[in-house]
């Protein structure tokens, strides 16, 4: 099984590839970020109920990595931590976009029903309870005012907030990733979490 060590080493050497000119470093950086984008995926997912009722985690990751993978054609990166930052923003970015999709009144999620109920009518047949509910668009407010606040984090408490909310990473390993102390990466991740708690007025998004 592949380390943190290793998929840095080889997102190292595929960053070199791409600053030499060679584009094709971009498919090898995808295979090396999709198992985690994959988790992060289905986990982030979970916290957006209005998107899925209709997308599953295949369908939110595939599009996520055509993201990532056309992000890594027009930008420029120093750190593998780098490429696994812009990973993350895409998986949200996507979601944000088809939470917008899928909410408001307009909205096909918003008249048509996926979840039908039967039950028995009191007169001559079958009636049906169907679920037309969508995202409510306070909640998704809420979430793009969420990832708003984590992109206004000053960059060092930002790069400890992707790593530990996003992909999952645990502080020793940041600490080594970043070349600094335990200590220094949970006062950054204190700092991140009540910076964005007050962005949204103390209450979850």
Same mark, same amino acid.
């Given at each position: 099984m592949d380390t943190d060590d290793t998929i840095s080493a080889a997102l190292a050497e595929c960053l070199q590839r791409l600053e030499a000119g060679d584009l094709s470093a971009r498919d090898r950086?995808?295979?090396l970020?999709?198992?985690?984008?994959?988790?992060l995926a289905h986990r982030m997912l979970g916290r957006?109920?209005?998107?899925?009722?209709?997308? /599953?985690? /295949?369908?939110?990751?595939?599009n996520a990595v055509m993201r990532l993978h056309r992000a890594l054609g027009a930008m420029q990166f120093n750190t593998p931590r780098s490429v696994?930052?812009?990973a993350a923003t895409q998986l949200h970015?996507?979601?944000?976009?088809?939470a917008r999709r899928h909410a408001g009144p307009a909205?096909?999620?918003?008249n048509h029903g996926t979840n039908a109920m039967p039950k028995v009518a009191a007169d001559d047949g079958p009636e049906h309870y169907i679920d037309n509910q969508s995202a409510s668009d306070s909640s998704l407010d809420r979430?793009?005012?969420?990832?708003?606040?984590?992109?206004?984090?000053?960059a060092e408490d930002r790069e400890v907030f992707h790593l530990v909310w996003y992909l999952g990473a645990d502080q020793k390993t940041i600490a080594t990733l970043l070349d600094c102390s335990e200590r220094t990466v949970k006062y950054r991740w204190r700092a991140a979490r009540e910076a964005v708690r007050a962005a949204l007025g103390g209450k979850a998004p």
């Open positions: 950086i995808v295979e970020c999709s198992n985690r984008l994959h988790a957006y109920p209005g998107v899925r009722r209709w997308e /599953d985690t /295949d369908d939110v990751f595939q696994m930052a812009l970015r996507e979601l944000i976009d088809l909205s096909y999620a918003a979430w793009t005012l969420f990832h708003e606040a984590i992109g206004n984090l000053p």
